[in-house]
């Protein structure tokens, strides 16, 4: 007693002091490490980078509260505090935290356009996060492959760009469920405003016309000798300058079209509803919303969020590690994915105190932080201060803000989010992967979005499983006399592999007279369980009352001593196969 007691002394004061150390608060804290090198030079292309952001940010806000069927300005309140919280305590110089396309479409999912359920689920969000985070469960977004990913975020850009029909061509009263919105969006098709649809098809086209401007590569063709003029470099910087705020330019330019004619009386257009200016109210999010005349409180509160309390969170990690990762290793630095969701965590805790929905990486306003020239992540702080100002004097003019125009920046957006060019990928390298995004696909699109990746993740874990079960073998023979069966495992057997290593070890020598010596060729084998030792005992005690040799070679030093502890009758392992032959060849001419 008094020994353990010692050893849990010794651990509690390593604990204490590791946490206590400069080291340990410099991972926690990251803006400790890098905050004291800071100058003048980093400061410039933060700020450049952070009003760039600033920028994007604003219709994309606008427009994503509308995918999560808020109220605009929710869509701001969600794009300010994760800039400042994760300047402090995110990793990575280029993620930008706030609301995405994906989430938006989760939250309206699970919120049902209830804003009290959509801060409360950001709430839920962010403490499940925090608490992934301390407990290091990051590991478990693996659990989602690539095919899965690809499948939902596909299916999700089909259902987001579908869902923006009704904005596009001025439609009302239509359904938010995929199949109903398609089949209402076609009903209502002679109710068509035609001024919206006019207007939602041009600026469409012209945000495509400005994105591919902005990606095109000027220099493909020019001599790399021939330095640029004045012109050129002016000329380039102003159309990747339009082209990187496209969405908010496009915004300004018909909201004050649309607010003209509506001072003369002119309303052709449909509007966003009227947005009220100034900050969100600060406190704790509230968990009870009147519905139908009655209070929802408790129990049937967190009922209506559902799987959302959930998945949504795992999504949102997954998105902010992905695309972290990514831009990190484009930048060549490094990130950590557990203080990724600690800083995740924590922006989301933090923002639903101040009217946010849930938030997460987004990859455009990434890519434009990274392209712009951002240092640190103190060019977040920037981008979140422009948001705030945005609030404090512009808000009453986003009424004037038609709607299609917010339609065609949300199907912009995601255009790219479907990932058609990886199905013939994956139909020439690995076919079952086709069926997991396929099925995977189908089910977010037609029975929903927690449904389509538990059945994506499934579907992939029995396949995966499937691999255990049946692991590939190949089966040799020695052409001698008597001839000589080689069965070659390509990589570790475990427990669901066990009654196949039985019938294929029984088949390659005893599956007809006369009987075959079989030598296992364990050169690839790494890893057994005790399972499939018992299954192997069992063959060499097979194979031993029928008097035929069962050999193993190959075999590296600890799978031989695990063998051997199993106590297996007539076990003979060899270094190779050329002496378990050799051994068999004797053993044949001794017995003849």
């Avoid at 990130?335 to 800083?343: F, G, H, R, S, V």
């Avoid at 201060?385 to 009453?396: H, N, R, S, Y």
């Avoid at 005690?541 to 297996?568: H, M, Q, W």
């Amino acid at each position: 007693m008094a020994a353990v007691l010692r050893k849990c002394k010794r651990n509690g004061v390593k604990l204490v002091q590791q946490t206590c150390s400069v080291r340990f608060l410099k991972k926690r804290l990251p803006i400790v490490g890098w905050l004291p090198k800071y100058n003048l030079e980093k400061f410039q292309g933060d700020l450049i980078a952070g009003l760039t952001v600033g920028l994007t940010v604003i219709p994309q806000g606008l427009a994503y509260a509308a995918v999560a069927e808020l109220p605009l300005q929710y869509g701001l309140y969600s794009a300010f505090m994760g800039c400042f919280i994760y300047c402090l305590f995110g990793t990575s110089k280029d993620v930008t935290l706030g609301p995405t396309a994906i989430i938006s479409l989760m939250t309206a999912e699970y919120a049902k356009g209830e804003p009290k359920l959509a801060i409360a689920l950001c709430l839920c969000a962010g403490l499940v996060q925090f608490t992934m985070g301390v407990l290091q469960l990051g590991f478990l977004v693996n659990f989602m492959a690539f095919p899965v990913i690809s499948g939902y975020m596909s299916a999700a850009a089909v259902i987001i760009g579908c869902g923006q029909l009704k904005l596009i061509f001025g439609l009302k009263n239509v359904r938010r469920e995929f199949i109903w919105n398609i089949y209402d969006t076609f009903r209502k098709i002679p109710e068509t405003n035609h001024w919206d649809l006019t207007l939602g098809i041009i600026s469409f086209v012209i945000l495509l016309i400005m994105k591919w401007l902005k990606d095109r590569n000027w220099d493909k063709n020019r001599d790399p000798f021939t330095p640029l003029t004045t012109r050129q470099r002016v000329g380039r910087k102003a159309i990747w300058l339009i082209g990187t705020g496209r969405n908010a330019l496009i915004v300004i330019v018909t909201t004050i079209f649309a607010g003209v004619l509506f001072s003369n009386n002119i309303r052709p257009f449909t509007m966003t509803k009227d947005v009220p200016p100034g900050f969100p109210d600060v406190g704790p999010p509230s968990f009870s919303y009147e519905h139908n005349n009655r209070t929802v409180e408790g129990e049937e509160f967190f009922s209506h969020l559902g799987a959302g309390i959930a998945v949504l969170p795992l999504i949102a990690i997954l998105e902010t590690i992905a695309y972290g990762k990514a831009f990190a290793s484009r930048n060549k630095y490094r990130i950590d994915a557990t203080q990724e969701l600690l800083a995740l965590g924590i922006a989301n805790i933090v923002s639903s105190f101040f009217g946010s929905y849930p938030m997460s990486c987004s990859c455009s306003r990434t890519a434009i932080n990274s392209t712009s020239g951002v240092r640190t992540p103190l060019g977040g702080i920037f981008a979140g201060l422009l948001v705030i100002l945005a609030l404090a004097f512009i808000m009453p003019y986003f009424q004037y803000i038609p709607s299609a125009v917010l339609g065609a920046v949300i199907i912009a957006s995601v255009i790219n989010m479907f990932e058609y060019q990886v199905i013939p990928k994956q139909w020439r390298i690995h076919k079952p992967d086709l069926l997991v995004w396929i099925v995977c696909f189908l089910c977010v699109l037609f029975l929903g979005i927690q449904f389509g990746i538990l059945v994506g993740v499934g579907l992939g874990l029995i396949i995966e499983l499937y691999g255990l079960a049946k692991p590939g073998t190949k089966v040799d023979t020695i052409d001698c006399c008597p001839k000589i069966a080689v069965v070659r495992f390509d990589k570790g057997l475990s427990f669901p592999a066990s009654d196949f290593i039985v019938t294929t070890i029984h088949d390659a020598g005893l599956d007809e007279p006369p009987y075959k010596p079989v030598i296992l060729d364990f050169a690839h084998v790494s890893h057994l369980d005790f399972s499939v030792i018992r299954s192997l005992a069992l063959s060499v005690e097979e194979y031993g009352t029928n008097n035929t040799p069962l050999y193993f070679a190959c075999v590296n030093r600890d799978l031989e001593g695990k063998l051997k502890k199993a106590s297996i009758k007539n076990l003979q392992c060899f270094p190779t196969v050329q002496l378990a032959t050799e051994a068999i060849l004797g053993k044949t001419y001794n017995d003849s």
